[in-house]
């Protein structure tokens, strides 16, 4: 009778865990659970991300490699690459595909407004620790590894789903005022492809060298644009705005 009672109970204890989420939002996961069932264990692996904002929709695919991560927004044809250095500082590549050129910075070309310019700042599209402080992580254990932060306030709503095992963002979205702000969708992940390959073969040039080159069409177009001396970059803080990267050195 006791063998029964405690089957009982654990059968209940199940169905409250596996309850823990709603049925839309099981769904989700669901989606997301078929999806990572194609990252790759010991390889390269890219990640296409869909981007909803209230003016427009764009794609960003994210490359993961050891010491290295890329941002490639195809509708604009650039890509940043950021490989990490000693002292977890970075460099990066800033790469101009229609062009095929690309702009190197050093670690000491890159100041970041409000946030310290370092590798973990650069390796994912966001840091959920910043989140984590602010909204009660929530679990299920139909869906191992999967962690969904949700952040309400009276006006505003937030909610992250974050794969643990490969410190890979799945979902972020926020809405201010019930008028989405942003949200980054994971739609396709696969192997990577020869995109990074095919930028190390670009014509590069060293951010402290771009004066000499002040005459050339590319460059003159560049600067003219904002992306020589101020760009945004991938990151984004908690207010769903990119992180702004100004450059130490003026032309």
């Not at 990066?92 to 590798?119: G, Q, V």
């Amino acid at each position: 009778m006791t063998k029964y009672v405690l089957l009982f109970i654990l059968l209940l204890s199940h169905q409250a865990f596996g309850n823990t989420f709603s049925k839309e939002m099981r769904t989700t996961l669901d989606n997301y659970t078929h999806l990572l069932k194609n990252i790759p264990e010991h390889q390269d692996f890219m990640a296409t991300y869909e981007i909803k904002t209230p003016r427009k929709d764009h794609d960003l695919v994210y490359y993961r490699a050891v010491g290295r991560v890329a941002y490639y927004y195809p509708q604009q044809e650039i890509t940043e690459v950021y490989s990490k250095m000693q002292h977890d500082d970075v460099s990066l590549i800033r790469a101009f595909d229609a062009y095929k050129k690309a702009i190197e910075y050093e670690s000491s070309d890159i100041t970041m407004e409000h946030e310290h310019n370092s590798w973990q700042a650069h390796q994912n599209i966001v840091n959920p620790k910043i989140l984590a402080h602010q909204a009660l992580p929530k679990r299920d254990q139909d869906y191992p590894g999967i962690v969904v932060y949700t952040k309400r306030t009276d006006n505003s709503f937030t909610q992250m789903i974050w794969y643990e095992p490969k410190k890979l963002l799945l979902s972020l979205e926020q809405y201010k005022e019930h008028q989405l702000l942003y949200h980054y969708k994971l739609h396709k992940l696969q192997k990577a492809d020869h995109h990074l390959q095919a930028i190390a073969q670009y014509d590069t040039t060293d951010f402290a060298d771009i004066g000499d080159h002040e005459e050339d069409p590319f460059f003159i177009k560049l600067i003219n644009l904002g992306f020589v001396s101020h760009h945004e970059s991938n990151a984004i803080n908690t207010e769903g705005k990119h992180i702004s990267i100004a450059h130490s050195h003026h032309m």
